[in-house]
């Protein structure tokens, strides 16, 4: 979903209260997940979900410390729907989803600690686990903390701990020994959340991000 391209998603089925208050990061996240639990029975529904998002809304949080530098008074909507989880809450909440939900930020290894978390749930006997990662740009106040390029985009994953029947793509990702950074952050001309899904898309594709390697399980 390039920023260009994209003004707004329609998230014609969910609740009007909870569609506006999610703005067009959160509705293209929301977005994706509910395009791959489309495809689950009702009874497989309460999945954990793992929300996963270097900056999240940053927007929401710099309009309320602008509020807070100008002595104006703050909304507690406003307050409730800049925190780092607010997307996956109001989805849950929209879905009457009640497994459960978490969200992570790890800079430059968001998607890596994203994967983690789902595969720490599998491993403490869920079935499957769902794994949506998103971001944008910063606001142009925070922009010179970009260190990749930077564009609007969201993805969802559902995985489980062992290839199932009818799996699209399995994936292994390892964890590399200490030493100098195998990439340079500023040669790339992707953000690495869609490098991860590019990989994931081409197969015999891989690469690394710091002391991480993606590859396919059977390249």
Not at 39 to 58: F, I, K, N, Q, T
Not at 183 to 194: F, M, V
């Amino acid at each position: 979903m390039p920023v260009g391209l994209v003004n707004d998603v329609a998230l014609v089925d969910f609740p009007a209260m909870s569609r506006r208050r999610l703005a067009l990061l959160g509705k293209m996240a929301v977005s994706v997940a509910d395009q791959v639990l489309a495809g689950l029975p009702d009874s497989a529904l309460d999945l954990p979900v793992v929300w996963a998002s270097r900056y999240g809304d940053a927007q929401r949080s710099l309009e309320l410390l602008r509020e807070q530098a100008s002595a104006a008074p703050l909304s507690p909507t406003s307050f409730a729907l800049s925190v780092h989880n607010a997307i996956g809450a109001q989805h849950s909440i929209a879905r009457r989803m009640r497994g459960n939900a978490l969200c992570v930020a790890a800079a430059g290894a968001t998607v890596e600690a994203g994967l983690l978390e789902c595969m720490g749930l599998l491993a403490e006997g869920a079935q499957r686990a769902l794994l949506v990662c998103y971001d944008g740009p910063l606001p142009a106040d925070y922009a010179h903390f970009h260190d990749e390029p930077a564009c609007a985009y969201a993805w969802a994953w559902l995985l489980g701990a062992v290839p199932a029947e009818g799996a699209s793509r399995v994936m292994r990702l390892e964890h590399l020994p200490a030493g100098p950074a195998a990439n340079d952050a500023s040669a790339r001309r992707l953000p690495h959340g869609l490098e991860v899904l590019q990989w994931a898309l081409a197969p015999g594709q891989g690469g690394e991000n710091g002391r991480w390697r993606w590859s396919h399980a059977n390249a």
